[in-house]
C-alpha cells in the first residue's frame, strides 16, 4: 500500500516570474535537473539549505523576500534557484556565478 502525499504539499506556494539560467547553470546542470528543481523550488522544496536558512525561505514567503535554494545534480554539482523579492525572475545558476 503507498500513501499519496497530501495535495497542500503539491500546491504551488509562489508564482516564479520569469526563468532565467546562467551559461554555466545551463552548461553543467541537465534540463531535467533544471526542471525538477525548479518543480521543487516553487513547491516550497528549498532543497540542501541549513534549518536556519529554510526559515528564512518561509518567512521571506510572507513578507515578500527573496527565496534561495540550494540542490545538487546526481553526479554532486551544486547550484542555487533564487527568486528575487518581487517574484519577477527566478534564476538558475552555479555557485560561482553569485
Given at each position: 500500500m503507498s500513501i499519496e502525499p497530501d495535495p497542500k504539499d503539491r500546491?504551488?506556494?509562489?508564482a516564479p516570474g520569469q526563468l532565467m539560467a546562467t551559461r554555466n547553470a545551463v552548461q553543467s546542470v541537465s534540463i531535467d535537473d533544471?526542471?525538477?528543481?525548479?518543480h521543487r523550488h516553487i513547491l516550497g522544496d528549498?532543497?540542501?539549505?541549513?534549518?536556519?536558512?529554510?526559515?528564512l525561505n518561509e518567512d521571506a514567503l510572507a513578507s515578500g523576500g527573496r527565496l534561495l535554494?540550494?540542490?545538487h545534480t546526481a553526479s554532486g554539482v551544486k547550484f542555487y534557484v533564487i527568486t528575487e523579492w518581487d517574484r519577477s525572475?527566478?534564476?538558475?545558476?552555479?555557485?560561482?556565478?553569485?
Open positions: 500546491v504551488p506556494k509562489f533544471i526542471l525538477y528543481a525548479l528549498w532543497g540542501d539549505l541549513c534549518e536556519e536558512d529554510w526559515k535554494s540550494v540542490y525572475v527566478t534564476t538558475v545558476l552555479l555557485p560561482e556565478d553569485y
